[in-house]
Every structure is written in C-alpha cells, then in structure tokens.
C-alpha cells in the first residue's frame, strides 16, 4: 500500500475502532469505513492482526512527531509543555476519546500473549523516557534543576504518564490532578531554586553524582 493511501486507511481503522473496540473490530468494519473492499484490504493485510499492528506504528508516528519538541524557553518549561501534550492531546470529541482510549487499552492488553503488540508499545515507552531524561539532564547541565538521576526520574514521569492515561479509560478517573501533581514535582523538586530540599550530593571529591546514561 502506497503512502498516499495509508492515512485514509488508518483514518477508518480509528473510526472503526471508535465504533466496535477491539474485541469485536473485524475486517468488515474496517472496510465499511472506506471506499475499498473487504477483499481488498485482504490483499495489503493477512489480518485484522496484521493492519492493527500497522495502526500501532501510524500511531507512534504521529504520537512522536505532535511530542517529540515541547515549547518553551528553559528545561521546566519544555518537560511541563511536554507532560501537557502527552496528557492532553488534541482529539475530536469527548465521546470519541473516551471510546479509542478503551479500544486502545483493549489492544495493550494483548501485549503478554502478543509479540508485536508487545515491541510496539515498548517503543511508545522508550521514546517517552529518552524525551523524559533528555529534558531532565539538559535542565541538570544548565543548573536549573538539582542534580537527581534523569534515568531514575525519567522513569517516574513515564510511570505517571502511562498510569494516568490508564485510570482515564479504566475509572473514568480526569488527568488534570496527575497534570497539576507533576508541574508542582517539576517546579518544588526539580527545579535546584524552589526552596525544597536540596538532593545535590556533597562535594567529595569525587566526579558528580549525575547519571546522564541510559540505563535501560
């Protein structure tokens, strides 16, 4: 299949989605949301498998490049722009968001018994740490923020991030407080002049305490 027909398809793949979850989703479905025959979508695709694994890497195109630069001027502006525009993305409806979420969450929960799912989602996780910790050692390298482990950190934003998206679909829980609560981290832990504690380690003599390698 062609670039140039690729978005259309992935377009009614999210319809579809939208419209019937995963569990139920068929080819059909699918199909019923383009201008292309069930035997066609067949011929690019083996399987409904198969085309949602392909929805799966359009979404992370798309997730990476809305995200992938943050506005603003110093390290804590770009690390909240950036916990904004993975916690707030700009979709359509509510009605509409609420149901893709669900068909989404639906998808995630093949991951243990699904291979492909299961690289695909470990790449969404990967790139949200390594845009995580970059913008946490820049802001460590520029003395705005105290001198804590960006992997560590790293790791404790994207934790948020993926549990708050969670509890949206799963409880119906607002991502506002975990949005608020990871601002309020960003500026009174991170940032080095906020008044909190001090995390730097003592100068011993020994080389910085500061871990800028990815640990993974």
Request: proline share 4%; glycine share 4%; net charge negative.
């Amino acid at each position: 299949m062609t670039d140039e027909d690729a978005d259309p398809l992935m377009e009614a793949t999210y319809r579809a989605l939208c419209s019937h979850g995963y569990a139920s989703l068929t080819m059909q479905d699918i199909a019923d949301e383009t201008d292309v025959s069930k035997a066609a979508l067949h011929y690019h695709h083996d399987s409904k498998h198969d085309l949602l694994v392909s929805f799966l890497d359009y979404l992370y195109a798309e997730f990476t490049d809305r995200v992938r630069d943050p506005e603003g001027a110093t390290p804590a502006e770009r690390l909240e722009a950036f916990i904004d525009d993975v916690l707030v993305p700009p979709e359509p409806t509510e009605d509409e968001r609420v149901a893709f979420r669900t068909a989404l969450l639906e998808l995630k929960a093949q991951a243990p018994y699904d291979e492909d799912v299961r690289e695909r989602l470990k790449r969404f996780d990967r790139f949200l740490y390594e845009q995580a910790r970059t913008l946490v050692a820049e802001g460590i390298e520029t003395e705005e923020f105290r001198a804590v482990d960006p992997a560590d950190t790293a790791r404790f934003l994207v934790t948020a991030l993926d549990g708050a998206g969670t509890k949206r679909v799963s409880v119906g829980q607002d991502t506002d407080c975990t949005r608020r609560m990871l601002h309020s981290y960003v500026e009174t832990h991170l940032v080095a002049d906020a008044g909190g504690e001090d995390t730097t380690p003592e100068d011993d003599g020994s080389e910085s305490g500061v871990t800028t390698e990815v640990t993974e």
